[in-house]
């Protein structure tokens, strides 16, 4: 799911609070810097994408992703069972970018 105004962190419902927080902080960092009524796809800044399914991701990865080299992954929390969330930034160009977040097995094979 892609994510760039507040009214969509509904969509998050059941996930930790550690991750809408991060997405939240990302999606302000993206909407003070490049405005909250900006077309996501045409205009500057870019988005986070929360990546639920291996299909979402290959879909991702033969997007806007193919051909680049993730700038960092961070781990954002550990759930009491067992998920491991991440955040990894890919920078597309001089100003636009896509947080993707991701658990498991998916943020694995983001990775590769």
Known sequence: MKIWKEE??????????EVVDSVN???????????????????????IQVIESLE??????????QGLVEE???EICTTENGDVYN???????SDYNVMVITKNKITDELLK
Not at 56 to 65: A, D, R, T
């Open 87 to 93: 955040s990894t930034l890919y920078i597309t160009s």
């Open 72 to 74: 960092y992954s961070d």
């Open 25 to 47: 902080e990302t999606m302000n960092i993206l909407n003070d810097n490049y405005g909250t009524d900006r077309d996501v796809d045409k205009d500057l800044g870019g988005y």
């Open 56 to 65: 979402e991701l290959k879909s991702l990865k033969n997007g806007i992703l």
């Open 8 to 17: 969509q962190l509904g969509l998050l419902e059941g996930y930790p609070k």
